[in-house]
């Protein structure tokens, strides 16, 4: 059976026979809240699923969309120096691995080695590009991935799997599942919140969808909820012109007494929800602009967050508010940086994306390791899939392209129960196959639900018939090598 | 929400209580719901998880059940349960033996549940079909004395078996605004209001028979029951994938409201959608109807790969149309056989094969007419656009006619005409300035304004038929002074004529200053295409502009060319040759501020050293400080072919000549020609305009190949298996006519009296409509898995009545709000609320919220804003900014969103553009879904962000001020002031108590606005639509804000 609907079912049974003629109890606020905000607390947690001690209380999730180039960050190939324009025709056709359309009309195959210099770094010597200086410093706190592995070439399905557990259409998103299986820390913001960060690379720039944060077939309630860095921060927050807060509150008591008198006469319980809904949305329009003001943070923090921090809706800024979001008790926030999508001129197109999100990332960790927070929030940062070792392209000695490449590509996570200062998995001398302690996404998801104390397994909701999971139908595992 | 009403219906229909059996147990009220949650996992349907792997055994169907197992015998022996496996290893303690097995994640059994199996065994173990599979048969309705018809009957059965009261009767207004929110999607109007209350208290029922019969007359009923399907559809007008461009298939969205108002019976609604373009003689409206399927979200993503693609939308094609017409969750057969209901991996694979024998190309390029598609004029204007073209024939052979009849007058006319002596002299225009370039004793002249003068001239010359010397402008340079000077606003128009031969390039007349970026101007030709440069700075701030032709080679032309600086600059150029307009090549189109040079104005070159090339001649250049009409150069242009054929003796005029003489006649002086040649352009006019008004959209069209399609292995697309021809799932025992099916097979089997799902899926679904839940909850999945039917009976009832009735869905609809049911109060009571506190059993009116279109629409229509236009392109109202541009790609035509004004901001919301990446937000938050995947089945949720929309959206600010507004308008009284809010959107009068309370709220609004006026005027100007400035800004604002709190109301939102 299905858990965490049982409990539901349970909660509601009570609500549906608990008499509760004054005041605004639980009872009704099952349908209430976006992201799991049900006011519930904790308690909404079915105790089933909290079998395996948590160890990460929340996810900062930093996705790179348009899929970074691994060969030039993290995935250092000294070989291909030898190999410069090698042409890996008869090697692809061996690996029988499908090329996208934009490249599967090339007539050579040719072997680019990365332009970027690579070091060691830190006491586990990891080795990091010259375009992550930030990220180089801080190897010991972090566990990189060189393995990872997907199926789908493309972004939309590849995005789709990524942030969705599924290539098709229609299903929950991780936080989504995780805003459904974990209930709300915080009754006055919601527990699964989206940024979009500005990104400056010139290249291609993916499209993404709201479905990437949908609830697909989940209750509404479970839908991330979209931050913005101009105008309202969450839409339609604010009063409209000319209604104040004072103006506000008068006219939620006049409703209120109205909506009171109703209830006396019709006795639906989706009246007091009703009122309770206007509440709540009342207490938001001080809690959000609240979290959203960056201007109480310190100098300090400023500088270590970088120049960007200044720029609203910079990925800077971003993580910024996302640590905000941790101490006030949102449970889940993705940023989004799109501009990835390096299939020509990577070496001018990806710096500038690595200037945006480098210093940031270093700074979230440290911020978050130094007020104590880093053991219990998981930071996760990569893309939907790899590149290719050939260039797309012209290849000359300054100048490439990659194309799109499932079979091995590198992420890291740090925090929530992650051992730092490690590099798990390995790749083939082109970074084209994984050779050694291959994850798939849903071995990540896998491993972020075990993080939270969630068996994935046991996080299920019935959709059309079947006990419908994130981590689908293949078998999947947790990555216990990385974890402490 | 949803889940837990699920397990409530479940735990209702079959009441586990360890002491309470029921005395006959049955196969589909209590064992299937047991053994398919725990054992089919491994002992259903699907082939491939069956156990134990050397003798599967499958326990979901009878013909399987009491086979001999290796044993010898069957797992489950009729009436022994003891004997029986089955039982004994559910009741095993040993872990090994134990069913359903620990690593399965499944609990053991409850003992009730234990208890039940072993029931059923004893009784004989007796299998059915699964419910709705089942042939439909029309069960006769309970006798009761309750209610007002059979709905009733079967209602109060439930009543009496749960002792449940039902409710008194709703009060009459109340009972109007459900039955129009119901029906029409709308609130009813006070004068609606009125009008029930007398007729209710005439005769309630007969009031309700006839309300209900006129709203499913209106084009809002059309409006509302399409919008309900566009969301089964997943309608969208974008294509949903990557860059999520526009996509033309709003005309498919017109033809759902048109079935709709036409009442199309649903069987033929089914098979027009699912297969109009293979109906024999299909008609255009047939083929839009087609569209259903092709609102599948397509990709254009390079390097996307087609055959990926093409599985992605065969799957998506059969699951929507499977959850929408049989309530099946056929999806999950994609990857494997269905876990649970009879759908194999084949079945699954036979039912693409309809769908993927399509034209359809599987990158649909970003375009939004990804073939196939059909051209669709407006609904309104396709009358006329199929006779137009006959129209367009019979003029033009009125026009035939008249040549014929009109050579009498033609002769008549030709004997008085002479040759004049000069071109001028037919020419009444006078120019500003004229350069007849006719060359007499060494000199041209000129006339510019009241000043003659005159210019040395050495050149070539050509004699022209009654012009004499005419200046050829080859490898010419005259500079003729300060000649013509005009400004960059100005609007000028230069005529002439022009003879041609050979390649001509060069600049005919300019003034144009080369030492500061090329200001000023000239006439100017390009391989014997006329044209001009207007220059302020060259090239940003210049335009330039080309005919696309050439002028014909070695005749004389008459030519006009209007610059005309008020225009914007890519329209600033109009060329007329012969009295033709050609249209007009931009290079530069860039802003023009200034023209004024003091370079001398020269003929023939723009530069001492730039002189046109080639072989020009050019007379009678004229020059017109306004912009000619086209009738004056029409005329000019006819003056000089007339001459030029005149000039030719009659008796030597050849057969061409005669004929261009008649053409001229005809064109220009003849007017009964001239009245038939008006019409035909008026008609060629009208016919554009159609089309603008029309649009291309996406249809079906089958590929003459048979259908078929491979089983892909594991769902993936690469690896194609068997290869499968079109068929109906087996389980349905479909004995096809043909040896190949198509798509119109499928169609017909879907409505056929055999197929025993469509007719109860879909008054299933209508009965959600009405009453926020289906008799079977999910009204997606009718399957094993699904909920069960709280009113079995009455479902089957109502689905023979549909289908005896001609699939008339309004029948049913009409049924529904004469029941009793449906009447009642929606008030609780303790004790019904503690035996039923879902409402299963409907002891009281369905009481939920309004959806996301019915609350804006209520807000344009009670303020007064709704514009009630019927169908046309999506318009795009009231959206905060940035919302798409935040997952837009750069390249994507929908990145930035451009607000509509006018009449577009107050449509009904079915006609809001959606783009599907980003579903129009006020309306997703409010539970709208993105239409990405078919939806028959709404979320309600009630967030905070839901309460923002409705406290702060701009539409709803608005309509708040223009309903306060016409409120203010009608009275004085402060209490005939609120019930005009009141009315409008509760369809009630408040009482004292409640009045009171707006009382205060609104008092405390005047004043605080009193103080505060610059808080009035900045809430006064939210929303496009004017403001009344003859109410004072306090007052309108306190009662602005006190329609938004009625508005927000949970009755105004509530149903």
Redesign the interface.
Known sequence: MNTVADFNAAISRRQFFRKNGTGLGAASLATLLPGGLSGLSNSSVPSELKKVAPKAKRVIYLSMLGAPSQLDLFDYKPKLKDRFKDDLSSYLKEQGQRLTGMTSGQAKFPVAPSIFEFKEHGQSGAWVSELLPHTAKMVDDIAIVKSMNTEAINHEPANQLCYTGNQQNGKPSLGSWLAYGLGSQNEDLPNFVVLHAQHTGPGNVQAISSRLWGPGFLPGKYAGVAFRPKGDPVLYLRNAPGIDRELRRNMLDSLNTLNQKSYDIVGDNEIQTRMQQYEMAFRMQASVPELSDLSSESDQTREMYGPQSKTSGSFASSCILARRMMERGVQFVQIFHRGWDQHSNLPAHIKPQCEDIDQPCWALVQDLKQRGMLDDTLVIWGGEFGRTVYSQGTLTEKNYGRDHHPRAFSMWMAGGGVKGGQVYGETDDFGYNVTENPVHISDLHTTILHQLGINHHKLTFKYQGLDQKLTGVKPTQVISEILE | ????L???SFLSVAPLTGAKLPDVVDFNDHIQPIIS?NCYQCHGPDSSTRAPKKTPLRLDRAEFAFLDRPNGTPSIIKGDAEASEVFQRIISKDVDEVMPPPKS???PLKSDEIALIKKWIQQGSKYEEHWSFTPLARPEPPKSDWGQNAIDKFIVTRHREHDLDPGPPEEPARLLRRLTFDLTGLPPTSEEVATFREMAAQDLPAAIEMTAAKLLTTNAYAEHFARHWLDTARYGDTHG????NYRGIWPYRDWVIEAFRKNMPFDQFTREQIAGDLLPNATLAQKIATGFNRCI?T?G?????DQ?YQA?YA??QVSTTS?VFLGL?T??AA?HDH???PISQKDFYSLTAFFRNSTMKAMDRNAADHAPVVFAPRLEDRQRFTTIDHDLLMAGEAIQKRRSDAQADFEAWLTKQKVETSTEATLALIADTSLPLTVRDGKITGQDGQISKSWDFSGKTQLTEGLGEVANLANLNIDLGDFVLFQARDQITFSGYLYLDGKVNGPLISRMDSEAADRGWDLWLEDGKLGAHIVDTWPDQAIKGVTTEPLKQKQWHHFALIYDGKAPPKKSLTVFIDGTSFPIKYSQAGKVENLETNVPTRLGARHPNISLTGNANLHTLKIFRRKLSNDEITKAASATTLNRLLAVPAEQRDQSQKEALFDFYLTNLDGPTKGLVAKKDQLIAEKETLRKRGSTTLVMEEKPSEAFAHILERGEY?LEGEKVPAAIPKVFKHEPKNQTLSRKDLADWLVSEKNPLTARVTVNRLWYYFFGRGIVETT??F????SRPTHPELLDYLAVELMENGWDLQHIMKLITSSTTYQQS?????AN??KD??NLYLWRAA???LEAEQIRDMALSASGLLVKKVGGPSVKPYQ????WE?????G?NTRLFKQDKGEGLYRRSLYTFWK????P??M??L?AP?R??FCVRR???????????T????QF?EASRALATRAIKQSQSFSQRLDFITIALMSRTLDN??QD??K??LD??LK?YLEKPE????????GESPLDSTIANNEL?AWT?IA??IF????T??K
Do not use: W
Request: glycine share 6%.
């Open positions: 929400m949803k889940r837990s699920a397990i409530l949650e994640h499944k609990k994938i990557h860059n999520d979200p990709t993503e390079g390097g996307a790969i990926e992605i799957t998506d959850a969750s999806g999950c990857c876990k649970f209901d690469s997606e999945d399957g094993i898995m699904g929606a008030k609780t009571t303790s609320r503690k506190a879902a009481r939920f919220r905060p900014e940035g919302v935040a997952v837009a790609m750069k994507s599907r990446t980003a579903a937000p006020s997703e938050i539970n993105t990405e995947i979320d309600r949720t009630n967030t905070p962000l839901a309460a923002f929309v406290m702060n959206d701009t600010i108590e409640e309370v707006v205060k709220a405390h609004h605080y808080f009035a005027d900045q809430l006064l100007k939210v604002a804000l938004s709190q927000n109301l949970d009755e939102l509530t």
